[in-house]
């Protein structure tokens, strides 16, 4: 069973993941507050999501974070993992 949802590496997206996608868009936050810093990531994240290349995921694991599991999902072409929803979705 796989999905098609944005792929997160490098590989399939020139070189530079979303990390470093979204983190660019980010630019130089001195001086703001904390409303408009939050305000400025919301933009960033959605910015990086149009950005990133749809490839088919296909379900490789789970992982855990404070206590909640989360179901990983690996790219077929570039074999990134990533979370993909909030909870285990597949038996």
């Known amino acids: 069973m796989s999905v098609q949802i944005c792929c997160e590496g ?3 997206n020139g070189g530079r993941s979303a990390i470093v996608r ?3 868009q980010m ?6 507050n904390e409303t408009m810093r939050d305000e400025y990531a919301k933009h960033a994240r959605a910015m990086t999501s149009r950005s990133l290349v749809v490839t088919s995921h296909t379900p490789s694991g789970i992982t855990r974070r404070a206590g ?3 179901a990983l999902y690996a790219c077929e ?3 990134f993992e990533r979370i993909y929803g909030n909870s285990v979705v597949y038996q």
Not at 27 to 32: F, N, V
């Open 77 to 79: 072409a570039c074999h």
């Open 22 to 24: 979204e983190t660019e």
């Open 68 to 70: 909640i599991v989360f």
């Open 10 to 12: 490098p590989d399939c």
């Open 27 to 32: 630019g130089d936050l001195r001086g703001i």
